[in-house]
């Protein structure tokens, strides 16, 4: 039914921009506070095989509308159940990276009923729980610079040296630099700031679904030694660690991404 790839726009105020293809049971992924939905672009594909496979821009992201107000988690959760809506389910696997690792946690305490397993890539506790120094760290290299005048694309090159594991990877880099360039910095700021706010941590002890965690070998921003800890606070769940990748292990390492996956969900 949806062998290729297409775009539309769900909902108002702000409406949301996904790409999907594919049919079956829904696989949603979400991308990063410094990404967008063609994050998922060496995965939707492979996915799409077995699965109707989506991809959103969260709003104030991509082709999705910008907003008036704060950016709160709570209508964020709605957004998604909507995207379910529209394609008339009531389940389906979501997969998060980073910040979507954080609204696919908040998903499922709001809706647990509409989620088939979870799966978290690079995921973190939610920043007030992690270093301080970890914290300053991102805050400097994100948020200052924009407030000072810059604009994502200046912030781009550094930002994408910080996160990717594999400087070799000349494709990944490149992607990740596009990626953070695209960002609407208005929304961006507005996000970080919800981002740091928003505690998602309690969430972990209760979720009762199938749930894989996957981290990259050499992420420095939600290291492996997070992600073990995650595992041991969702009781359903396995860990896996992608050798020789950063923070995006999708984009890093899409391969070994796209086959741990698809292992994951087909059991």
């Not at 979870?118 to 007030?128: A, I």
Request: charged letters at 25%; hydrophobic letters at 35%.
């Amino acid at each position: 039914m949806y062998s290729t790839l297409k775009n539309i726009k769900i909902g108002t105020k702000p409406s949301i921009s996904i790409d999907y293809m594919g049919q079956g049971d829904m696989i949603v992924f979400l991308h990063g506070i410094g990404g967008n939905k063609k994050n998922w672009q060496d995965n939707l594909p492979y996915f799409s095989k077995e699965f109707l496979s989506v991809a959103w821009d969260t709003r104030g992201y991509g082709k999705s509308e910008d907003y008036s107000g704060d950016f709160i988690f709570e209508d964020v959760l709605d957004d998604l159940k909507k995207v379910l809506d529209y394609f008339e389910k009531e389940k389906a696997h979501i997969v998060g990276l980073s910040m979507g690792g954080q609204i696919a946690t908040l998903f499922y305490e709001k809706y647990p009923n509409c989620v088939k397993t979870l799966t978290l890539c690079d995921t973190h506790f939610g920043l007030s729980n992690m270093n301080p120094n970890a914290v300053k760290k991102f805050i400097n290299s994100r948020k200052e610079p924009l407030l000072n005048g810059k604009e994502p694309k200046d912030i781009a090159p550094i930002v994408a040296s910080s996160l990717i594991g594999d400087r070799k990877n000349k494709s990944a880099y490149e992607k990740l630099v596009h990626s953070i360039s695209l960002l609407h910095k208005e929304s961006y700021l507005k996000t970080i700031d919800a981002s740091m706010k928003t505690e998602h941590r309690h969430v972990f002890k209760k979720i009762d679904v199938p749930t894989l965690i996957m981290v990259g070998e050499l992420d420095t921003l939600t290291p492996p030694s997070m992600s073990r800890q995650i595992k041991r606070e969702i009781e359903n769940s396995s860990i896996i660690t992608i050798p020789n990748a950063g923070h995006l292990i999708n984009i890093e390492a899409p391969e070994i991404f796209n086959k741990n996956l698809m292992s994951f969900l087909e059991s």
